[in-house]
């Protein structure tokens, strides 16, 4: 719901805010910096206002800059805004016009915030919600009042230079800023786990660097586009970090476990992309690796697999979808807009024996496997870039 005359986005965040002044100064500047990325890519026109703890975008496009906003790690809420002189009469027009415009299906309240110098208003919050709530009454046809449940609650954040009148708070991802941690390799499979495995450690601040692995013979139908589409999807809430995707080539590789390892084949499989990963992480300075596993969502997931796969890891692997139910991993996908791209289960469904192993022991997953390092090198240096 957008007020008439709506000129403005008024963007809040969250866990910046209880950090040390210096963190918090760097952390404002990466999501301005990321917030411009973001308008940019979108290509919504429009001047960002930082000031104070509430930055401000100047757009005439406020709805799409407002879920440009709420698509931005670090941005808890967004609301399109009409920005008025701060000045009683003014404030009242306003929400005067945005009732008539809007309409009210039953009672509505105001909730009035009066920020800055006690001296540079003559009101207080409390005037602004007593007399705007009577410009909003004069305005509707029907009116009624609830302000314990309101079916409609009208904004109005007066600061000493300006005014603003706003009906809405839009939800955005919360986080910290993309980029105010140190990147990690995200092991991404095309499937509908491992995007949004990618984009829960991207809301945390980690950019990411994703990495597909082809198993060419071994891999699914449209694979490899499919891996491209979900990158793509996860690029578009990083357009100032993740620009393209790795592919790795994990032919051979699939081919000697399918051939040479029995029950404990998708272990070794793991624990092959694990350390391509963490090739892969020396060279770009990434500090981890991101997966989309689930405890018991696969035989190769259950708690002491996951101990035999991460035993081959030296850098952490992080696992932010551990206890997750399918279905909200799927609920997850759809809000970030991945699961179009990956609504048939990628995985590695070919190479998988018949009675995989879900109990498995590090010795009995050595003496299975074959040496890694040969084949960790020549995957990773037939790594392949393409553009997102
Ligand atoms: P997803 O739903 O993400 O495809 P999955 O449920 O199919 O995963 P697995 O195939 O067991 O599960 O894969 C577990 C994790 O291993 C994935 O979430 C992903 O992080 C990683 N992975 C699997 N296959 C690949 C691949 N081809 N390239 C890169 N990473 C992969
Ligand atoms: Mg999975």
Known sequence: MIPPGADTVLVRYGDIGVKSTKVQRDMEDSLETNLRAMLDSRAVPSEIDWRWSRPRIRTAEVDAAAAVACDTFGIVSASPAVSVEPTMAAICRALSETAGALGVEGPFAVSARRAGEREAHPFTSEDIEREGGQAIWDALSDPAVDLDDPSRTFYVECRSDEAFVFVEKRTGPGGLPLGSQRPLVALLSGGIDSPVAAWELMKRGAPVIPLYFDFEAYGGVDHVARAVESARTLAGYAPNHTRDLRIAPAGAAAARFVEGIGPTRMLSLR?????????????????????????????????????????????????????????????????IGTYEDSTVEAGCNRIAPEYPETNASLEAVEAAEPDLDALVEESFAGIDRVGL
């Open 271 to 335: 624990r092959f992309m694990l350390r391509v990963g963490e090739r892969l992480a020396r060279e770009t300075g990434a500090v981890g690796i991101v997966t989309g596993e689930a405890i018991g969502q696969k035989s190769s997931q259950t708690s002491a697999n996951l101990a035999v796969t991460d035993a081959v890891a030296e850098l952490p692997v992080h696992r932010p979808l551990l206890t997750r139910d399918k279905q909200e991993i799927i609920a997850r996908a759809r809000e």
